[in-house]
């Protein structure tokens, strides 16, 4: 007996429908291996009709006064509280996540950051008028860009489009959302929660692949592409958005270094390295999934992190005691496999190592320690529950280990030495430097890195201005 799919739709000026060429993507439950849905890959005509839907919104909703815009998203916010439990389900089927995680680790800090963005709204600000010149006044305007071409990832397919259009919309400009092709459905949940609230044209769903994101970044439409993503994609889309002039915000990849000291307390420490390297089955820009121990505690660390890789649960979404679920598609799958299969005969697997059983995409929590800087699995990103682990004699050579990849979203450094740690989150070339602690966030502070991790924050308020253009305005005063 075959079970009917269900069929996702786009969501383009108030109302879901087909790709116009009828094509569809069978959509994969991570957790099974198995076809739960189709959805549209969305082609020219497509991508055309969303944009041409978000630039007839965009004169009315920039008009709007900032009170007007926080009410909106302040319902929006409510709406998801209400919604929660539909959207949890809709993220686990994507994803594969235990429905624990996604109900106390993700919803709440979204319907928060949505609520952030709510009041930002009313922060519009600028420097104060002033006479800078005998007879003139100067004002400074803040304004929306226009249309946003948004391309979010699968790795938090409902939290990072949030992290898109809430800014976008808090800022007043319009939306077109393409999901990742192997997540759209809480995304598409989200365009039927935000569709009974505001105007239409202002938020557009467009799903579809690498080609289908590519039309909307080529587009002559939007002002603004917006992509989290890999490292290739990102150059691309920076390339494409080149020929026009459009604005872009990238954030990419990471290789977060996890520097420990030797005066740290190594059970403390592993606990918190684990939680935030195995979250998420290691899928996360930011995971603690590199780690640099001083040469006095190495071998004391590695056995202790091993013990709690081998006590760490992978397991179905209803499954009791769940740490994390499965990788997110064949593809990463055996892009995990991969990197462990082609280890050195240096490196020493110390916990994992392998795929967990025969359906869905599970992989151990593993550990790999006596690696070198140069090695392939220190350099490039795994984005799998795999810590590596390397050993350093000082802080000078910490920091050059720590620094020495093409990367810079995020780090940690652990010791009970005030002093060091400030020296350290000095150096660390890196977006974000965590003291004693890794991967937690909040709404208030920027997320976002340097070199090929990319540019634009996102969250706080520095994501807000991102979705803003500065105008300067002068008047002469003799009228």
Not at 197 to 225: L, Q, W, Y
Not at 351 to 369: E, H, I, L, N
Request: some cysteine; glycine content about 8%.
């Amino acid at each position: 007996m075959t079970t009917e799919l269900r069929r996702l739709r786009n969501y383009i000026n108030g109302e879901f429908r087909d790709a116009a060429d009828g094509r569809t993507i069978d959509v994969i439950n991570p957790a099974t291996g198995e076809a739960y849905a189709t959805s549209p890959l969305s082609g020219q005509a497509d991508v055309d009709a969303a944009m041409d839907a978000a630039e007839a919104a965009f004169p009315a909703w920039r008009d709007t006064t900032p009170a007007e815009r926080q009410k909106v998203l302040l319902k929006i916010a409510d709406a998801f509280e209400e919604r929660a439990e539909d959207l949890i389900a809709a993220e686990s089927e994507n994803t594969g996540k235990p429905l624990d995680l996604v109900r106390t680790e993700e919803v709440p800090p979204m319907v928060d950051q949505i609520r952030f963005f709510a009041g930002a709204a009313r922060m519009l600000e600028g420097r104060s008028a002033g006479e800078y010149m005998d007879g003139f006044t100067s004002i400074i305007r803040r304004e929306p860009v226009g249309v946003c071409a948004q391309v979010a990832p699968w790795n938090y397919p409902m939290m990072m489009a949030v992290w898109k259009f809430a800014p976008a919309l808090a800022a007043g400009n319009t939306v077109v959302l393409k999901p990742s092709d192997t997540t759209p459905a809480s995304t598409l949940l989200i365009a039927e929660i935000i569709g009974a609230i505001v105007p239409k044209g202002v938020f557009n769903v467009i799903c579809g692949d690498r080609e289908s994101g590519r039309a909307m970044v080529e587009h002559p439409t939007p002002a603004m592409a917006s992509i989290t993503g890999s490292v290739r994609a990102g150059m691309q889309v920076a390339a494409s958005a080149a020929k026009d002039v459009k604005r872009v915000h990238l954030e990419l990849g990471g290789k977060a270094p996890v520097v420990v000291f030797e005066d740290t307390d190594i059970a403390k420490a592993v606990e918190g390295i684990a939680e935030a390297g195995y979250f998420n089955a290691g899928q996360d820009c930011t995971a603690a999934t590199r780690v640099l121990v001083h040469e006095s505690i190495h071998d004391e660390f590695v056995a202790a992190l091993a013990k709690v890789a081998s006590e760490t649960k992978t397991g179905a979404p209803d499954e009791e005691d769940v740490a994390f679920g499965p990788l997110n598609n064949a593809n990463q799958l055996a892009q995990v496999t991969g990197f462990i299969d082609r280890l050195p005969a240096h490196a020493k697997v110390e916990a994992g190592g392998q795929r967990v059983g025969d359906k869905g995409y599970f992989y151990a929590p593993t550990v790999v320690s006596g690696l070198k800087q140069d090695d392939e699995i220190i350099q490039n990103e795994v984005f799998g529950p795999v810590i590596t682990v390397q050993s350093f004699t000082d802080e000078a050579q910490a920091l050059t280990y720590a620094n020495g990849v093409e990367y810079a979203l995020a780090s940690s450094v652990w010791t009970k030495d005030h002093a060091r740690a400030m020296r350290m989150s000095k150096a660390l070339d890196f977006g974000c430097v965590w003291i004693n602690t890794h991967i937690p966030l909040v709404a208030e502070m920027p997320h976002g890195g340097f070199k090929k991790s990319g540019y634009g924050k996102d969250l706080s308020a520095y994501g807000f201005d991102d979705y803003t253009r500065i105008k300067h305005v002068m008047t002469s005063l003799d009228g």
